[in-house]
């Protein structure tokens, strides 16, 4: 094993373990347990994982870049990216959306929810300590054009998807606090004060206001200092309050709203695949069942009878990035199984924590090339090839190496047929790596050839290099012909 492919398996499995702690960490604190001797003034509901993590990477990595690099070499970076992130995403959400029923009936509910967010770490993956040697499969894509034109295509897409949500978030959200009033009612006001002060949330922010629109209760907003708690306009038992304003604080808590963002977010990355439509579906069913599970820790069947009326009672409008007490009617008849009926499950954060190893570890090995080029094109550039004269000695494996005929070695490289790389590798665990540097009229070309890799380094501008896909691989017996050791 290279030493970057253990550094990854290292971070790996910290991080696995942190994310199992997690689970276990807050699910006792929202049992009200303290099991670690923190100060009981900590805030109850806390989110599991953040649900812009991977999104604003993604933006911050494409604005650096635009300044520091500018738009081509952005494009050509954020399609590696995208490629990488939107392939392994997919199929990790299908994979869960297939053995999700199995999950249900033996982890929690909470441990569910928090699998359909894993995928936000990966931005893990891009530090530099994280890159694997090469791409076990090649995806080609024929043309450079063609490989354009398919990126701006799935781009505008993405965006198309994106926007519309956010737009539909933010009509939903002003149609729906148009008419709004605070709520005034001095019994309403105590049962959320108890909520909020049984959630140990010190200074709350979100408010709590009645709307003609609301057809459920809902809380709307990404931000805490925006967050509102929406009732409708109609009456509710003390009793069932208590359970309307828990359920949304717990939503509150753990930042849900992102969650659903983020979910959006992977749905456009995606937008081609009608079954990540489905796959994101059932996460947002996930993220109610989780809620309820919590509403209900310790419930008696009496609060458990009525929590079911309550939720039976309320036509859902779940519009945006919102999160409501009632139920779709796809994921009713199990919602309210679960309620009457619970089944004790184990918590799942050894799954989580296995889930994300095995999806980190995973992850870069589908490689993307694109165009058809030949080594005449790609190092000689120059119509005078004898313009290009090695420099120094070849290396290789730290031995210091001499061509005999680097006129042959001209012509083995130039009759190379090969494919531009949109990933970042290393190409360590190559058989053999043989690196040498032209003087040329620009200044100084360093090339590296791998065992189906040449690396490109202009030693002459302040700029990363390139790296193209060798599918024949190289003739090392050919070269081993023309360079001897010294």
């Not at 439509?277 to 919590?294: F, H, P, R």
């Not at 050894?350 to 490689?367: A, K």
């Not at 080594?375 to 000689?380: D, L, N, P, Q, S």
Request: with cysteine; proline share 4%; net charge negative.
């Amino acid at each position: 094993m290279s030493l970057v492919l253990f550094a990854r398996v290292v971070i790996g499995l910290i991080s696995s373990v942190m994310l199992g702690w997690v689970v276990i960490d807050r699910q006792h604190n929202e049992a009200g347990e303290d099991w670690i001797g923190r100060a009981s003034e900590v805030q109850r509901y806390l989110p599991y994982v953040s649900g812009g993590l991977l999104p604003l990477f993604l933006v911050a990595m494409a604005g650096a870049s635009m300044l520091l690099d500018g738009l081509l070499d952005t494009a050509e970076r954020m399609v590696s990216m995208c490629f990488s992130i939107f392939l392994h995403i997919s199929i990790y959400f299908l994979i869960l959306a297939s053995v999700l029923p199995f999950l249900r009936k033996h982890i929690s509910a909470r441990a569910c929810a928090m699998l359909w967010m894993v995928p936000n770490y990966l931005y893990l993956v891009y530090q530099g300590t994280m890159q694997i040697p090469e791409p076990l499969l090649v995806v080609h894509v024929p043309g450079t054009r063609l490989m354009w034109v398919l990126f701006f295509v799935w781009l505008a897409g993405f965006f198309a998807v994106l926007l519309w949500k956010i737009i539909s978030h933010l009509v939903f959200r002003r149609q729906l606090l148009k008419d709004t009033v605070a709520v005034t009612d001095s019994e309403v006001n105590e049962i959320w004060n108890s909520e909020i002060e049984r959630a140990g949330i010190r200074k709350p922010k979100c408010g709590l206001v009645v709307s003609p629109k609301a057809a459920t209760p809902l809380s709307i907003g990404l931000f805490r200092r925006t967050t509102c708690v929406v009732l409708p306009n109609r009456q509710y038992p003390p009793d069932a309050l208590a359970l309307i304003f828990r359920h949304e604080i717990i939503h509150i808590g753990r930042e849900d709203a992102w969650t659903k963002f983020f979910l959006v977010f992977c749905t456009a990355l995606c937008w081609f695949n009608p079954l990540m439509w489905m796959a994101t579906k059932k996460s947002t069913e996930d993220l109610e069942l989780s809620c309820d599970e919590t509403v209900l820790l310790d419930a008696d069947h009496a609060v458990r009878h009525q929590y079911a009326e309550l939720i039976l009672d309320t036509a859902g409008d779940p519009r945006g990035f919102t999160t409501c007490l009632s139920a779709t009617a796809s994921s009713l008849r199990y919602r309210l199984a679960n309620i009457m009926k619970p089944v004790r499950r184990r918590s799942g954060a050894v799954v989580v924590g296995l889930v994300f190893f095995l999806l980190i570890t995973s992850f870069g090995y589908v490689g993307l090339t694109y165009g058809e080029y030949t080594g005449a094109e790609v190092v000689y550039p120059l119509e005078n090839s004898g313009q290009y004269t090695l420099y120094g000695n070849i290396w290789t494996d730290g031995d210091s190496f001499e061509c005999t005929d680097p006129s042959a070695l001209q012509n083995y490289m130039k009759g190379l047929t090969m494919e531009r790389f949109t990933g970042s590798y290393s190409f360590e665990d190559s058989e053999k790596q043989f690196s040498f540097t032209y003087e040329t009229p620009q200044g100084f070309l360093g090339v590296t050839l791998s065992d189906h890799a040449l690396e490109l380094t202009p030693l002459y501008e302040a700029e990363d290099g390139a790296a193209y896909y060798i599918p024949e691989g190289v003739d090392w017996a050919y070269l081993d012909t023309i360079i001897e050791l010294r």
